[in-house]
Nanobody
């Protein structure tokens, strides 16, 4: 079991940017894949982006070209995954969750105003 903590959410106007971070309690490079999901009110949780230990990346069609997932490769910080979100839209609003193996973080709220 690995403990995950997300941060970086907030309120931003449409067109703005946010960068989410997910810190794991263990070195994550032995796990694959690591992913960001989001859940909007009244909707099911959906995959936003994922990255494997080999660096293969997958994005939901709705965020391609706007969001970037990355891992921290520094020797002393191999437990962090980021989600850079640019050109945010109101439909990006929701709680964003980090997922690794069978673990979920507590989520961080992202609200995009029009």
């Amino acid at each position: 079991q690995v403990h995950l903590v997300e941060s970086g959410g907030g309120l931003v106007q449409a067109g703005g940017s946010l960068k989410l971070s997910c810190v794991a309690s263990r070195n994550i490079f032995s796990f694959s894949p690591m992913a960001w999901f989001r859940q909007a009110p009244g909707h099911t949780r959906e995959l936003v982006a994922s990255i494997t230990s080999g660096g293969l990346i997958n994005y939901a069609d709705s965020v391609k070209g706007r969001f970037t997932i990355s891992r921290d490769n520094a020797r002393n910080a191999r437990n962090t995954v980021y989600l850079q979100m640019n050109s945010l839209k109101p439909e990006d609003t929701g709680v964003y969750y980090c997922h690794l193996a069978s673990s979920w973080g507590q989520g961080t709220q992202v609200t995009v105003s029009s």
